[in-house]
């Protein structure tokens, strides 16, 4: 595929992340970066780079429903797996539920996010999942999920984990390039994006390049990423796409092997049972 939009990517190399014990300009305390990760309250100079990697740029056509380089002048090509419902929440439903959240503690996370998680305590590495504290998502959540399965997408969606995100500026906070579990989580990741726009950026290898494809996701607009857009494509949330705070919920189904008929269909029927009483607290 001929691809002429181009820039190079620097990665980021190894940054090790000192725990920061002065209170921020946000007043947050300490940074919770591990590894690779890092925020603008750890990087205490430029980072070092690796050589440049060649990405071609693509944006996410929603009306078409396939990615377009960003200059014309390589062929669109077929995206499947993103499902896009602008106003999903009212502005007044945006504002309790972010209300809400900040009644609550955000934990500090990685890359200078902030996170709430509703949901079983799990091990990836080890395949354990713990039910013990789960208490359920969160009361106002029951709205959502109904409005979600009114569409013939999620008309299914029994989702079991809820983990809320908060993005500043001015931590720098960004989600790197991944793929989300595949063993516990299903098919479907439901993201609610919240007060303000941003970019999700699925990224594909491509030789020695990279094909990046720039999906807008819109202030109080609900995506859902399956299939391709799920299994394949990494996502991300760069650091320059977040330019005002932005929280958002993401929304976690069962895997086949948690459902009926499934290996672990009992433990993933007791997930399901304590998930959709909506009594939850976060862990
Ligand atoms: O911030 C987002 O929209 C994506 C979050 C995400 O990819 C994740 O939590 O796995
Ligand atoms: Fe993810």
Same mark, same amino acid.
């Not at 919770?32 to 309250?41: D, E, I, P, T, W």
């Not at 002048?73 to 077929?78: G, I, K, L, T, V």
């Not at 092997?257 to 049972?273: I, K």
């Given at each position: ?14 940054? !090790?992340?000192? #725990? ?28 070092? #780079? ?12 929603? $009306?078409?429903?396939?990615? !377009?380089?960003?200059?014309? @002048? ?20 945006? /504002? ?10 955000? &934990? ?13 305590? $799990? ?21 959502? *999920? ?6 013939? &997408?999620?008309?299914? +969606? /029994? ?8 993005? @500043? ?22 993201? *609610?994006?919240?007060?303000?726009? &941003? ?13 990046? !494809?720039?999906?807008?996701?819109? @202030? ?30 993401? +929304? ?32």
């Amino acid at each position: 595929m001929a691809a002429p939009c181009v820039t190079n990517r620097a990665t980021v190399s190894e940054t !090790v992340c000192e #725990t920061v014990s002065a209170p921020g300009a946000d007043g947050f305390v300490v940074c919770a970066c591990k590894g690779v990760r890092s925020c603008l309250l750890c990087e205490k100079g430029p980072t070092q #780079t690796e050589p440049a990697q060649i990405v071609h740029h693509y944006e996410y056509d929603t $009306v078409e429903k396939r990615a !377009v380089c960003a200059d014309g @002048r390589a062929a669109p090509f077929a995206l499947p797996g993103i499902f896009l419902w602008d106003d999903f929440i009212t502005a007044q439903e945006e /504002a309790e539920l972010v209300s809400h959240m900040d009644q609550d503690t955000w &934990t500090l996370s990685q890359s200078g996010r902030r996170k709430q998680d509703f949901g079983p305590k $799990v091990n990836f590495k080890k395949k354990k999942v713990r039910v013990a504290h789960f208490s359920g998502l969160p009361a106002l959540s029951r709205r959502l *999920v109904e409005r979600m399965q009114q569409d013939n &997408t999620l008309c299914d +969606f /029994a989702p079991v984990e809820q983990c809320n995100l908060d993005y @500043r500026p001015e931590r720098g906070a960004h989600i790197e390039p991944h793929l989300d579990d595949s063993w516990l989580w299903g098919e479907r990741l439901v993201t *609610v994006n919240m007060l303000s726009d &941003t970019t999700l950026t699925l990224s594909l290898p491509q030789g020695e390049a990279e094909l990046q !494809v720039a999906v807008p996701l819109r @202030r109080r607009s609900l995506l859902v990423l399956s299939g391709p857009a799920r299994h394949v494509w990494k996502h991300a949330i760069h650091r320059d796409h977040i330019s005002q705070r932005r929280v958002c919920s993401t +929304f976690r189904e069962l895997s086949k092997e948690f459902l009926p008929g499934g290996a672990q269909a009992e433990l993933g029927s007791q997930l399901l049972h304590t998930a959709l009483s909506f009594s939850g607290e976060p862990l």
